[in-house]
Each structure stands twice: as C-alpha cells, then as structure tokens.
C-alpha cells in the first residue's frame, strides 16, 4: 500500500473532568519523523492512544498507513511498531526470549535483526527483565518495535531514559528506518535537541490544542528571539509577539516574522530561536 501520510488525524476529541482534547488534527507524512511536544498534560499520551485504539476518542476520523484506525485494527497492527516509556514484557523474561513471543505475534519478526539490535545495545542475554537497568529495557523495547519490520513507529517518551550516547545511536537508526520514504516515526519527547536533530517536522500540542504542526526548518525560520531593552520593546510596537519574559533590564520576545523585523529595526538582535525557545515562551512567556 503507498501512501502519502502515515498518520491522519482529523477533529480529534475526548473530554476528562478537568482537560479536554480539543478538535486535534495533524498529518504525518511518509518518509519523515514528526516531534510530537507539549508541556506536561498537554495531552500527547491521549492522543496517541485514541489513535492506537487504546482509548475511545469523543470523535474524530483517523487513518493509519492509509487505513481507518478504527476499523482495520489487526492490519495496522501488523506495520506497527510502539512503544511507550514503560516496556510491557514480563518481568521474568531474558532479553533473548522476547523472540519466542514476538515470533508469535508477528509473522514478519526477524530474529537475527533483533539478536543484532541486542548485541548493538549491549543487552546482557542472561539477566531477567527485572534487573535490568531503566535505561536497558527501553533499548530492549525498541529493539522489539523495530524487529518485526514495521513501516510506522509510534514513539511516546520513549528515549527519555538513555543516556546521549544511546540516544545518539537509537537516532541515528530512526533514521536509517525512514530513509526508504515507506516508513514514518512519530515520537512523543521532551528532548527538543534530540527532535532538533531528526524530526522533518514538529507539532505543538498545548492544553488539548494543537498550536501547530509544520516542517521543522520552516518552524525555526518563523520565529525570531528579540532582545532589547523594556523601552526599546515598547517603542517598537510589534504585533506579530508569541510571548515575552520581561527582567528591570532586557526584554525577551518571540515574534513571528523575524526577517521582516529584522529589516525594519537594523540596530536590533533578532536570534534564531531554538525549540526549547518556541516551547517556552508559547507556554509561559503569555504576558505580551
Ligand atoms: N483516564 C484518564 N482519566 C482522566 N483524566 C485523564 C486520563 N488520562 C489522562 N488524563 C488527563 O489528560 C491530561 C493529558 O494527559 P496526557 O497523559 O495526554 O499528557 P501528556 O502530554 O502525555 O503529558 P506528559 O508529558 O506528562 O506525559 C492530563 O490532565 C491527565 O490528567
């Protein structure tokens, strides 16, 4: 099956007492990684689950790989890869046995893939699940995502426990996952260096809402982080700000539209924000 979008998500809605998901819509594109981002609770989790059919959404309609999430559930399944930070194996499992019922489930499992994926890892083949290190079992969980071929991976903070040089490598083989264009990864994280350096695109995701969803290299040039003095940002009068975090000092703004500001105001430093940056002052730089 070709598809241009892995992941279609229209309208999608689901209410708890105290936060709603609200009207959440974003496509991702074959042949990429999405960073999925938001503060605590903004509601990644849930989103990831109504997807993957683990929660009933309010509404909204979902394709995955071309097919309607609701209703073709065990095809999906079967190009799926997940995983979420807490691994889901019994805890008395060795890491070699884990073949024995993924090999069940998944006709496509490749055993000398995943004993390449163990040894990569550093994984010790004689210690149960239980003891080994958190870290450990999140590579063994990605490991057994990727060993049954899947062409989708759905990551939900799922290298928040690696240490750099592990994540370093695990990136470097989501990567080489997507290169073909018939896969996709979304990836939930909170670590925007790591999304920084292999997500072709970002979506946004504050208190239910989706704030946006766009190209990566797109996102970064639409932003600016300008930095002057309070009355000199006054002055100013910019009306394309996202946020401003003010010191007796200096001011810190995120405007929009950084190249036409920059033309405007020549003596004034507009920096390229980072994603930490847009973050930021999206959730807590509101005072304008
Ligand atoms: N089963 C549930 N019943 C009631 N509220 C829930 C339920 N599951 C999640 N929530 C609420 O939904 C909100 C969003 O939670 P969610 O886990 O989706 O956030 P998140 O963006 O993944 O956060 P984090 O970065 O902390 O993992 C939170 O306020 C949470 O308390």
Request: net charge negative; hydrophobic share 40%; proline share 4%.
């Amino acid at each position: 099956m070709d598809t241009q979008n892995a992941i279609e998500i229209k309208n999608l809605s689901k209410h708890y007492s105290g936060f709603s998901l609200k009207d959440v819509s974003f496509n991702l594109p074959s042949g990429s990684i999405m960073g999925f981002i938001g503060e605590n609770g903004a509601g990644k989790t849930t989103t990831i689950k109504a997807l993957l059919g683990l929660i009933h959404p309010d509404s909204g309609d979902m394709q995955i790989l071309g097919m309607d999430a609701a209703q073709n559930e065990k095809d999906i399944k079967k190009e799926l890869g997940v995983v979420f930070a807490d691994q889901n194996f019994p805890d008395d499992l060795r890491p070699p046995e884990i073949t024995k019922i993924m090999g069940n489930i998944y006709k496509t499992w490749d055993k000398a893939l995943f004993e390449d994926f163990l040894s990569r890892f550093r994984l010790p083949a004689d210690k149960r699940l239980k003891d080994l290190s958190k870290g450990m079992k999140m590579k063994l969980s990605i490991a057994a995502a990727l060993s049954h071929r899947p062409r989708l991976l759905i990551l939900d903070e799922a290298t928040s426990g690696l240490d750099p040089v592990v994540r370093n490598e695990i990136l470097d083989i989501f990567q080489e996952f997507i290169e073909d264009e018939n896969h996709a990864i979304l990836m939930s994280s909170h670590i925007t260096s790591d999304l920084e350096r292999v997500a072709d695109y970002i979506t946004f995701i504050h208190d239910g809402q989706i704030l946006f969803s766009e190209a990566k290299d797109t996102l970064i040039e639409s932003y600016g982080i300008l930095k002057c003095s309070p009355s000199q940002f006054e002055s100013l009068a910019l009306t394309d700000v996202v946020g401003v975090q003010r010191s007796s000092f200096d001011v810190q703004a995120l405007i929009k539209n950084p190249a036409a500001v920059r033309n405007r105001f020549r003596d004034m430093i507009v920096d390229i924000p980072s994603l930490e940056d847009i973050m930021v002052f999206y959730t807590k730089g509101d005072e304008k």
